[in-house]
């Protein structure tokens, strides 16, 4: 029998299935809390508003091109922030997918200066 590991600092032990199970609650909790944070950005309209502004920054729905190497890395970097954002909403607030697409694609000088 292998001598598991466990110590104050590092509580996980992968062998320990109450442990596993432990750990599968928690993070089941946090996934939840994030999706209703992100259900509560959206509800509002300044929520909406400042997700719009990272998904146009992030540069996720238009195209760019880069000639310099670490150009391109940075703004794929950008671009996958920006991805995951969509995708968020695209899996727990889809019917706000498209306004918010609208919003992102709009011109940042008009609407709102909040």
């Not at 032990?13 to 432990?22: F, K, L, N, Y």
């Not at 880069?66 to 968020?88: M, Q, T, W, Y």
């Amino acid at each position: 029998m292998v001598p598991r590991m466990s110590s104050p600092a590092s509580p996980f032990d992968a062998g320990d299935r109450r442990s596993v199970e432990r750990r599968n609650r928690a993070l089941r909790a946090r996934r939840a809390r994030l999706v209703e944070a992100l259900q509560w950005l959206v509800a509002d309209e300044r929520g909406r508003l400042y997700l719009a502004r990272l998904v146009r920054d992030s540069e996720a729905i238009t195209s760019q091109v880069a000639f310099a190497a670490d150009g391109a890395l940075f703004r794929e970097g950008k671009r996958s922030l920006g991805l995951s954002i969509l995708n968020d909403l695209r899996r727990h607030a889809p019917e706000q997918l498209p306004a918010l697409l609208a919003a992102a694609l709009a011109d940042p000088q008009e609407g709102s200066t909040r």
